[in-house]
T-cell receptor, first 113, second 111 residues
């Protein structure tokens, strides 16, 4: 079982609000990822990081931003939430070398009204 | 660009039967492949992986088969149980780049 945590698990918020989704892992993994997933649909990589002070954009264009100040923490921020941001956001981490087996958190379900 | 896709979006099987979930991949340079299981309301969970230099790997009730000639990957679940109902994703990895996930197959087990 992977030790990766996401908060909040559920969030309902109004349009225009700034939100930060938290992700933490206690495995010492250098690599961390954020995915956006609509229920039962495919995973879309939106951001990833291969270490402290390293962040990259993923395949899916996103209006969110991320930061990586500490190895264990990889928060995702939406400066101004919109209904189109309604989705599930999954955080994952993987070991620094060899296979990139990713371990996922439980996800944050976001609803923007 | 490269992509990983699944042949079938849904699969229904009788409890106790064997399930086979298929995946086609297009990056012949992929080093390894991973199967994930995602239950409703949860994040994907690692099931089993296989390196590109292997053609078969077995776990507990699961077997992954890799056919590099036709770039095909499959997950076999023996004696399927209701708890196996979930969406299954294949993913391929290469070098130091993020995994590429397939679209997912929903497995429904009929009691």
């Amino acid at each position: 079982e992977a030790d990766i945590y996401q908060t909040p698990r559920y969030l309902v918020i109004g349009t225009g609000k700034k939100i930060t989704l938290e992700c933490s892992q206690t495995m010492g993994h250098d690599k961390m990822y954020w995915y956006q997933q609509d229920p039962g649909m495919e995973l879309h990589l939106i951001h990833y990081s291969y270490g402290v002070n390293s962040t990259e954009k993923g395949d899916l264009s996103s209006e969110s931003t991320v930061s990586r100040i500490r190895t264990e923490h990889f928060p995702l921020t939406l400066e101004s939430a919109r209904p189109s941001h309604t989705s599930q956001y999954l955080c994952a981490s993987s070991e620094p070398r060899g296979k990139e087996t990713q371990y996922f958190g439980p996800g944050t379900r976001l609803l923007v009204l | 660009g490269e992509s990983v896709g699944l042949h079938l979006p849904t699969l229904s099987v009788q409890e106790g039967d064997n399930s086979i979930i298929n995946c086609a991949y297009s990056n012949s340079a992929s080093d390894y492949f991973i199967w994930y299981k995602q239950e409703s309301g949860k994040g994907p969970q690692f099931i089993i992986d296989i390196r590109s230099n292997m053609d078969k790997r077995q776990g507990q009730r699961v077997t992954v088969l890799l056919n590099k000639t036709v770039k095909h990957l499959s997950l076999q679940i023996a004696a399927t149980q209701p708890g196996d109902s979930a969406v299954y994703f294949c993913a391929e990895g290469s070098g130091n780049t993020p995994l590429v996930f397939g679209k997912g197959t929903r497995l429904s087990v009929i009691a």
